[in-house]
């Protein structure tokens, strides 16, 4: 297997304490409308800022929403995945883009609001708003992409940093394998449906598996998670992920990991894992959820992203 180089990345150039100031140039619904998990893509400009072209993808924006919370602290930052690939969104390299669910939930019959999540998605168009960043150092494409496969893993919004990735991948006309394995809950949640659907068409390398959880079953009544892809694609993933040049990265709602690494060890891929202690026993089928989430950690050939 090739090293995998990872890119010298600028960090931290403003901080929450020395935040700087983007405008919005757009703000629009990414999800079918009909979805009731909203989610929204947003690009900011960051021309005249430090910011400008510092950005790779795969690192994250922090926001600053305004006001105070329930302590009377200035909010704390919340970050955000870049959706846009290095090059800028649309290839401006002045924009970024991110891809913001709205966290509100309902917790013993009271309706919670995430604080910035809100904020950012109600921004208008001219709109300013305090960011910080770069954050992030080994959420990376690698220097030397040709050398490689990818596999990415993302539960919803997880899908942000890898639109970048794949966008930068393809359009530069990388000529590995790509596959995306994507996991929601209904149809109406798949993110950015139309791109992907198009990059699948115009790229026989590109792959996009769509994992649907609570509509479609499983030949044995069980649920499709993005986990399952492992067993139920072997068609499509055997070969790749059995071969020794393949990167796997997983990005989205925390936990997910477990599973994923578990399926992976199940089928014998053990080069994207590392073993913390000793298993009860050598057959991964006879590991439960607990022994597999502290047995099984990722290697070097796998990029982990979770919140
Ligand atoms: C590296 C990284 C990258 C990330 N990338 C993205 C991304 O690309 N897109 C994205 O959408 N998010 C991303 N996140 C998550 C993001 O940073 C925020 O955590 C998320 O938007 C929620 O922030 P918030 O201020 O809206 O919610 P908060 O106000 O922080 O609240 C968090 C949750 O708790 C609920 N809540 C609030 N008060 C209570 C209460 N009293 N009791 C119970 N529940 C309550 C809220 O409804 C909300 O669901 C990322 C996180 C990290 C660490």
Redesign the pocket.
């Known amino acids: 297997m090739s090293e995998i180089i990872l890119p010298e990345v600028e960090l931290n150039i403003h901080t929450p304490k020395n935040p700087t100031e983007a405008v919005v140039v757009e703000n629009y619904v990414c999800t079918a409308e009909s979805s009731p998990n909203i989610?929204r893509h947003i690009t900011l400009d960051l021309t005249g800022t430090e910011l400008d072209g510092h950005f790779r993808t795969g690192q994250?924006i922090g926001v600053l929403?305004p006001g105070e919370d329930h302590r009377g602290k200035p909010?704390k930052v919340?970050?955000?995945?870049l959706?846009s690939p290095t090059k800028g969104e649309g290839g401006n390299q002045h924009l970024v883009s991110?891809?913001?669910?709205?966290?509100?939930?309902e917790?013993d019959g009271?309706f919670?609001?995430?604080?910035?999540?809100?904020?950012?998605c109600n921004l208008k168009v001219g709109d300013k708003v305090k960011v910080t960043g770069p954050?992030?150092k080994r959420f990376l494409l690698p220097e030397n992409v040709d050398d490689f496969n990818f596999v990415f893993f993302a539960t919803?919004?997880?899908i942000?940093?890898f639109r970048g990735m794949i966008l930068e991948l393809l359009e530069s006309g990388f000529k590995g394998q790509v596959v995306l394995v994507f996991g929601c809950p209904y149809r109406t949640d798949v993110l950015y449906p139309e791109l992907f659907d198009r990059l699948e068409e115009e790229h026989e390398n590109f792959h996009f598996v769509k994992m649907i959880s609570r509509e479609d079953r499983r030949p044995d009544g069980s649920k499709y998670y993005v986990q399952t892809a492992i067993e139920d694609r072997a068609d499509l993933l055997d070969p790749i992920l059995g071969s020794d040049n393949t990167l796997i990265y997983l990005c989205g709602m925390k936990g997910m990991e477990t599973g994923i690494y578990h399926n992976l060890a199940k089928k014998g891929f053990m080069g994207y894992l590392r073993l913390k202690g000793q298993p009860s026993t050598e057959d991964p089928n006879e590991w439960g959820w607990k022994e597999a989430k502290e047995l099984l950690k990722p290697s070097d050939r796998t990029f982990e992203?979770v919140?």
């Open positions: 989610v994250s929403a909010h919340r970050l955000y995945s959706s991110t891809t913001v669910k709205r966290a509100n939930e917790v009271t919670y609001t995430g604080v910035c999540s809100n904020y950012i954050s992030g919803g919004t997880g942000a940093p992203e919140y």
